[in-house]
């Protein structure tokens, strides 16, 4: 029996096998693998080096900080193990950042100011370990602070280095230093892609899911004409209203005055509607159609008219079902905006495509960063109100 429970304790649960995996690849690709690429200027190449080559006691450290993560995942760690992984991911995250921008304004400075410091892959790669040590954490972390504790801390110093300058050395700062008029503008107008489709859709997905729910005639009409919007792809479908955009900006002064066109902003516009409508109409018609038919019952037999149950029981209920809705159409939109550029709609996919006509990787990395963190930014906020409503409500019922 006592052999039988000494065994039960060395066994590794999911979250410490995770952990051990991310500390695995972060020292992996902390000794071996590009950590810097540090070039004479944007255009001709220069030389790859490791962490250890750049860094020199400093890679050591960081080789010591993984190890100390792998550690914090061993069998009996328990949920202090948990908590320690994760700060120290976090610790590791801005050492690596301090390491790669000391050793990037040591380059300029002995190079030359038109000299590029990029971030190496293996870089890249160690901040993804990370993360996925943090993710490991989270389980073990049960209240809201502890986990704000876990996940944050780096991205918040870090954030700091970044709008202190502290960081300016780095390729991808110099190319937005450079850009920046036109980062700016891209960016206003990835948002504006964003918010605008996701708010018209919101409206036009709550009649049409509300609608399907209540009218069974109109549920297959609704839901054949989102299923072809759906399987029809992104750059056929922008390619099917060139022609027909083109028309309506020709023949009414109105939408030309808002610079409506076959290219520009208004195909792409209408093609992120159309994709932006299917999650959020889906999602209304389900959580109204799943509801609990006792509360409704008990809405209708305090007399309630239809109309009175559907904004003061029904939609409320449902409402964090919706926000999820929301949440993935918000996402889908902010990643498929990328495509504007292809057709003369700016965003920050014009970025990233001037980028690949100059060959320049950081500017690539400058359209697609802003992209990936405005996705991960709606996520979690949007997660964050679907849990507190969620909270709200089953308090409520108890």
């Known amino acids: 029996m006592a052999s039988s429970s000494n065994t039960g304790t060395l066994r590794l649960s999911g979250d410490q096998i995770v952990g051990m995996a991310g500390a695995l690849l972060g020292a992996l690709v902390t000794a071996v693998g590009t950590y810097l690429e540090l070039r004479p200027n944007r255009i001709l ?7 250890i080559a750049a860094f020199g006691p400093g890679a050591w450290a960081l080789l010591g900080l993984w190890a100390l993560m792998f550690a914090a995942c061993l069998p009996g760690t328990g949920r202090t193990g948990a908590m320690v992984r994760g700060l120290v991911a976090n610790t590791t995250m801005v050492v690596s950042v301090l390491l790669v921008a000391r050793r990037a304004t040591a380059f300029v400075a002995q190079s030359g100011d038109v000299a590029r410091a990029s971030l190496g892959i293996s870089f890249w790669l160690s901040l993804g370990a990370a993360y996925i040590v943090i993710f490991s954490a989270l389980p073990r972390a049960k209240s809201r602070n502890a986990r704000a504790l876990v996940s944050l ?10 709008f202190t300058g502290q960081l300016n050395s780095l390729s991808i700062l110099v190319e937005y230093a450079v850009n920046a008029d036109s980062f700016n ?5 990835q948002l504006s892609y964003t ?10 997905g709550l009649l049409a899911g509300v609608g399907a729910a209540k009218n069974p005639r109109l549920e297959g009409p609704v839901f054949a004409t989102l299923n072809i919007a759906q399987v029809l792809p992104s ?6 209203l060139i022609v027909p955009m083109g028309w309506l900006g020709l023949n009414f002064p109105a939408l030309k005055a808002l610079g409506v066109s076959g290219i520009g902003w208004a195909p792409v516009f209408v093609v992120l509607l159309s994709y932006a409508l299917y999650p959020i109409t889906r999602n209304v018609y389900t959580s109204l159609k799943t509801l609990d038919e006792s509360i ?7 007399g309630m008219k239809p109309i009175q149950r559907l904004f003061t029981v029904e939609l409320p209920l449902a409402f964090p079902v919706i926000i999820a809705g929301v949440r993935i159409a918000a996402v889908q939109t902010t990643a498929a905006a990328i495509l504007a550029a ?3 709609g700016g965003g920050l996919g014009q970025i990233v495509f ?14 697609v960063i802003p992209i990936v963190a405005l996705s991960l930014t709606i996520d979690a906020s949007l997660r964050f109100v679907e849990t507190l409503v969620r909270t709200a409500q089953e308090g409520g019922l108890t």
């Open 45 to 51: 190449g220069g030389d790859s080096v490791t962490a």
């Open 195 to 204: 918010l605008g489709a996701t708010g018209i859709a919101l409206v036009i």
């Open 354 to 367: 001037f980028g690949v006509q100059q060959t320049a990787t950081d500017l690539i990395l400058l359209g």
């Open 342 to 344: 292809l057709v003369g």
């Open 235 to 240: 750059l056929s479908f922008i390619g099917l």
């Open 153 to 162: 801390p780096g991205i918040v110093m870090i954030a700091g280095l970044l």
């Open 185 to 189: 503008k891209a960016l206003v107008q």
């Open 296 to 302: 409704t019952d008990a809405a209708r037999g305090m």
